[in-house]
């Protein structure tokens, strides 16, 4: 495909990406030498709902494109803009997030500055690696704990039991030393970030169900075994984050207990009672062991989030001093029926984390269309899976029918796809992929949308490999890691592990079988993918542009000044010729992964091919910028 504007949140195009109120920022676009011609090219922004335009100037020209730019004054806490090219043949277009359009296009896809407090700049280098702690691993010190009333011990090298009450009593006693004695593990793959699934005391495996938020569970070690891990990651430069239920605690919580049937008992309010017993309760999509909060509750709000000695703001300070919260059932928050507190519960939590420790990230999770709640106010980004995981999926999978049980033991055969009744994974190309990311980070600004956790696959999914085609797992862990984002690797994906839905995707890490060679082969493409994540911080925070997209094979480059990154990634083979002036630098490209062929033509034309499936990826320039 020919070269078109282009124009993205980076700091090739942008000047402040964390503006304040009145700031003025500079836009710059880049716009294909010999495209039009032009007669002028404006901004259009919406503040308070009415148009104000900017006209943009024309800088200079280099390396084939033309660079135009504008300042735009930040009125709102997200000021959404779009570019509008005015050709001299009179036709009109219009570029935002999907990209160039001739007819008006609408305000929720607009690029978007936000005028709120920048997560901090850590973030966007991580990769993620999430840990259910029941699966890692079990120290010696596990087997001093007696097994629990609501468990069903297992030994480690039992199977998941998919059927309930086993999916959440099976009880397999990995502990915080556990990991500890693991982390090296972490160190040599690679990995910066480490999600802990939550730590508190409760009545199952995955303790969704806090029975407390101010201790740590006494059988994964309690409270000690906590900061001596914390201190242990940290200084091996990793850093550690909790998950939090803001949306539900278990109904075996203090604070639940002390309301349930005693009318007017101090933690009544946090919850929503329904008779005048207070024996009847809204919970999680009628789970009774997960009563749901009540966030109109002031005595609520104080308690979890802004007093000094709050839930949120305990774990953050020492001697704990974790790097962060994700946010369970983020997007059901606050909100029941006509009740919506969400943005309030959101913004409390940012404000709150941001005076206690300015350093630390708030990720919230938000399963499907995440972008109303993911516009700068409160979360930094979001575990979500329709701008990533699920199209992936559709594109790399191939499932084979294996039968296997679900939560009532009953047999499937259809694969499990996210809980969506739709006859199993839905067949992909690659053009769909393409199309599907683009639609559903339209909305997100650029910002947010680095902040996004991009899983594979995590603790509530099947694992990728379950359904995976044959040779596509380099593809989708080379993906996870190039494109705007924070890659995550679920514990045991480096290990090739699978798992037909989410709580059989819980398996025990293989920790006896990690040097059989099938595994060590897994082990490094993730190694050497993590590693390539690392080594180039364009993958973290530089522009991205799609240069080739058909239904086998996906190719764009992650940009910034200092550096370029280009990507192919392909199932069925690819065969691709960039036009002239698409990508400039590539006679200077070095190979950094993959079996893939670049050439190059004295037009500038560049020739890219591979057998299928391939990613692959070269290091080029960096993209030079007209001097003002």
């Known amino acids: 495909m020919n070269p078109l504007p282009h124009h993205d949140g980076s700091p090739l195009h942008v000047s402040d990406d964390a503006p304040a109120l009145g700031d003025t920022v500079?836009?710059?676009?880049?716009?294909?030498?010999g495209y039009g011609p032009l007669k002028a090219v404006r901004t259009r922004s919406n503040p308070d709902h009415e148009p104000e335009w900017t006209d943009a100037l024309l800088t200079g020209s280099v390396d084939g494109w033309d660079w135009w730019e504008a300042p735009i004054h930040v009125r709102n806490r997200r000021h959404g803009y779009r570019f509008v090219l005015q050709h001299e043949s009179g036709r009109v277009e219009w570029l935002n997030q999907t990209g160039i359009h001739t007819l008006e296009t609408l305000d929720a896809e607009d690029?978007?500055?936000?005028?709120h407090p920048a997560p901090p700049a850590w973030l966007h280098g991580s990769v993620m690696y999430q840990v259910f702690p029941d699966r890692f691993a079990r120290s010696a010190q596990a087997d001093q704990h007696p097994t629990p009333e609501w468990a069903i011990a297992a030994s480690w090298d039992d199977p998941v039991d998919a059927v309930m009450p086993g999916r959440s009593q099976q009880f397999y006693g990995g502990d915080l030393p556990g990991i500890i004695e693991h982390l090296d593990h972490l160190v040599s793959l690679g990995v910066d970030l480490l999600?802990?699934?939550?730590?508190?005391?409760?009545?199952?495996?995955?303790?969704?169900?806090?029975?407390?938020?101010?201790?740590?569970?006494?059988?994964?070690?309690?409270?000690?075994?906590?900061?001596?891990?914390?201190?242990e990651a940290h200084a091996r430069g990793i850093r550690v984050i909790g998950d939090l239920t803001s949306n539900h605690s278990g109904d075996r919580h203090e604070w639940f207990q002390?309301?349930?049937g005693h009318p007017g008992a101090e933690t009544e309010s946090f919850y929503y009672f329904t008779d005048a017993g207070n024996t009847t309760y809204e919970s999680w999509l009628g789970t009774p062991t997960l009563p749901k909060f009540n966030w109109a509750s002031q005595a609520l709000r104080e308690r979890f989030i802004t007093a000094e000695d709050a839930v949120v703001a305990k774990w953050l300070k020492p001697p704990y001093s974790i790097d962060g919260w994700r946010i369970d059932v983020a997007n059901m928050t606050g909100r029941l029926g006509d009740i919506d507190l969400n943005a309030e519960v959101r913004q409390l939590l940012r404000e709150t984390m941001l005076a206690i420790n300015p350093d630390a990230i708030l990720l919230g999770e938000s399963t499907n269309d995440a972008a109303s709640d993911l516009q700068g106010d409160g979360w930094h980004g979001a575990m979500t899976y329709p701008s990533f995981t699920r199209p992936l999926w559709g594109w790399l999978s191939e499932p084979t029918g294996a039968p296997y049980l679900?939560?009532?033991?009953?047999?499937?055969?259809?694969?499990?796809?996210?809980?969506?009744?739709?006859?199993?994974?839905?067949?992909?190309?690659?053009?769909?992929?393409?199309?599907?990311?683009?639609?559903?980070?339209?909305?997100?600004?650029?910002?947010?949308?680095?902040?996004?956790?991009?899983?594979?696959?995590?603790?509530?999914?099947?694992?990728?490999?379950?359904?995976?085609?044959?040779?596509?797992?380099?593809?989708?862990?080379?993906?996870?890691?190039?494109?705007?984002?924070?890659?995550?690797?679920?514990?045991?994906?480096?290990?090739?592990?699978?798992?037909t839905d989410g709580e059989a995707s819980r398996t025990p890490m293989p920790w006896s079988r990690q040097d059989e060679p099938e595994l060590a082969e897994v082990f490094e493409t993730y190694r050497s993918l993590v590693g390539l994540r690392r080594a180039h911080p364009v993958l973290g925070t530089g522009g991205m542009r799609w240069l080739h997209v058909d239904d086998e094979t996906v190719v764009f480059v992650r940009e910034s000044a200092e550096e370029s990154l280009l990507v192919l990634a392909t199932r069925g083979g690819a065969d691709v010729e960039l036009a002239p002036g698409a990508l400039a630098g590539a006679a200077d490209a070095a190979e950094l992964y993959g079996d893939a062929t670049l050439a190059t033509a004295s037009d500038g034309a560049?020739?890219?091919?591979?057998?299928?499936?391939?990613?692959?990826?070269?290091?080029?320039?960096?993209?030079?910028?007209p001097r003002g």
């Open 606 to 625: 560049v020739a890219l091919a591979a057998e299928g499936p391939a990613f692959a990826a070269w290091s080029l320039p960096g993209v030079l910028v």
């Open 26 to 33: 500079t836009v710059r676009l880049r716009v294909p030498s």
């Open 111 to 115: 690029f978007a500055f936000v005028a």
């Open 195 to 231: 999600y802990l699934t939550p730590v508190f005391p409760a009545a199952s495996n995955h303790r969704y169900d806090a029975a407390s938020f101010d201790s740590i569970d006494p059988l994964l070690g309690g409270d000690e075994a906590y900061i001596r891990l914390i201190e």
């Open 406 to 499: 679900n939560g009532e033991g009953e047999e499937l055969t259809e694969p499990w796809f996210f809980g969506q009744p739709i006859g199993g994974i839905p067949k992909y190309t690659a053009r769909e992929f393409a199309d599907a990311v683009t639609r559903f980070t339209a909305g997100i600004p650029w910002r947010v949308r680095l902040g996004n956790m991009q899983p594979l696959d995590t603790h509530d999914t099947a694992r990728f490999a379950t359904n995976a085609a044959p040779g596509t797992l380099p593809v989708a862990v080379g993906l996870s890691m190039t494109m705007p984002g924070v890659p995550v690797v679920f514990a045991g994906d480096e290990f090739g592990v699978t798992g």
């Open 258 to 260: 002390k309301a349930l």
